[in-house]
């Protein structure tokens, strides 16, 4: 069973920036396939971000030159950078691993952008 530990959450500023990571357990990292998801108050929870082993990624158009996903196999960890962050960047952030068929869900971190 993987498990996943995100952290990186807390309260920015418009036009802040934070980093997110994501750590998982297990021996084959770098063949799970990663995803960043978001979930906002009263809104279904949304993919921003998803990266494959290789390093091959892509974004939600609402995140696309702001936000950058990143993964290192020899940390198990996968990242995302988040600039210029906006108000409606606001919800709970889940790391999100997938592999044959199966999906692993970290238990979130919360991401405020107020002034």
């Known amino acids: 069973q993987v498990q996943l530990v995100e952290s990186g959450g807390g309260l920015v500023q418009p036009g802040g920036s934070l980093r997110l990571s994501c750590v998982a357990s297990g021996s084959i990292f770098s063949r799970y396939v990663m995803a960043w998801y978001r979930q906002a108050p009263g809104k279904q929870r949304e993919l921003v971000a998803v990266i494959i082993g290789s390093g091959l990624s892509n974004y939600a158009d609402s995140v696309k030159g702001r936000f950058t996903i990143s993964r290192d196999n020899a940390k198990n960890t996968v990242y995302l950078q988040m600039n210029s962050l906006k108000p409606e960047d606001t919800a709970v952030y889940y790391c999100?691993?997938?592999?044959?068929?199966?999906?692993?869900w970290g238990q979130g971190t919360q991401v405020t952008v107020s002034s």
């Open positions: 999100k691993q997938d592999f044959m068929g199966r999906s692993t």
